[in-house]
Each structure stands twice: as structure tokens, then as C-alpha cells.
Nanobody
Framework: QARLEESGGGLVQAGGSLRLSCASS????????MGWFRQVSEKEREFVGC????????QYADPVKGRFTISRDNAKNTVYLEMSNLKPEDTAVYYC?????????????????WGQGTQVTVSS
């Protein structure tokens, strides 16, 4: 089991930065690949990026490449999403998720555990 809780969302102006955190209470955290997704209203959940269980491999969706960075601290059972040069189109609810796929994956169906989400709003 892995309970995930995101934090760090908020309102920021375009061009600004935010760091999201996702803390896990489960012992198995360090064995999971971790992903970040985002969702706007009723649209499909969109892949943002993922990180391997060791933290030595990351993948990013094209819209966020070069602006977002995922990292993790297995000692703290926490994964981070550093977002910079934010754009209004980054506005969404951001979710972290855990998967048994060790490198992480862009398919939300591969993720077993999800956080409750945190709102990020970017004003123009």
C-alpha cells in the first residue's frame, strides 16, 4: 500500500515557479516508479513526467520539457515536481502516482496508487 499526498500548489503568475511535493506513507515507496499527471476539468488526465525508483531516469511530456524537473528523495519518501517558466496552459490539478513499473510510465492505467491532487493556477 502507498498513500500519496501532494502539496505545494497555488496561484502563480506566468513566468513564475512552483515546487510540488508528493509524500508517501508506504514502506514500498522506494520500489515504485513515480509519475506526475495533470487534469483540467473533465478532460483526460495528462502525463507530465515520471521518475524511476532509483531516481536515475526521468521522462517528460513535450509541453513541459526544459521547464519541469522531477526528483525524489527515497529517504524522505517524497517525490518533487519543480516547475519553472509557468504558462497559463499549465493550469490544472496535478496528481502524483505510484507504479510497479520501475522506470515509470506515461500510461495512467499502469499506476496503482494516486494522490488527491493539488491545484496549480497560472495567471497571465
Amino acid at each position: 500500500q502507498a498513500r500519496l499526498e501532494e502539496s505545494g500548489g497555488g496561484l502563480v503568475q506566468a513566468g513564475g515557479s512552483l515546487r510540488l511535493s508528493c509524500a508517501s506513507s508506504g514502506r514500498a515507496f522506494r520500489t515504485f516508479g513515480m509519475g506526475w499527471f495533470r487534469q483540467v476539468s473533465e478532460k483526460e488526465r495528462e502525463f507530465v513526467g515520471c521518475i524511476s525508483w532509483r531516481g536515475d531516469s526521468t521522462q517528460y511530456a513535450d509541453p513541459v520539457k526544459g521547464r519541469f524537473t522531477i526528483s525524489r528523495d527515497n529517504a524522505k519518501n517524497t517525490v518533487y515536481l519543480e516547475m519553472s517558466n509557468l504558462k497559463p496552459e499549465d493550469t490544472a490539478v496535478y496528481y502524483c502516482a505510484a507504479t510497479s513499473v520501475s522506470l515509470g510510465t506515461s500510461d495512467p492505467n499502469d499506476y496503482r496508487f494516486w494522490g488527491q491532487g493539488t491545484q496549480v493556477t497560472v495567471s497571465s
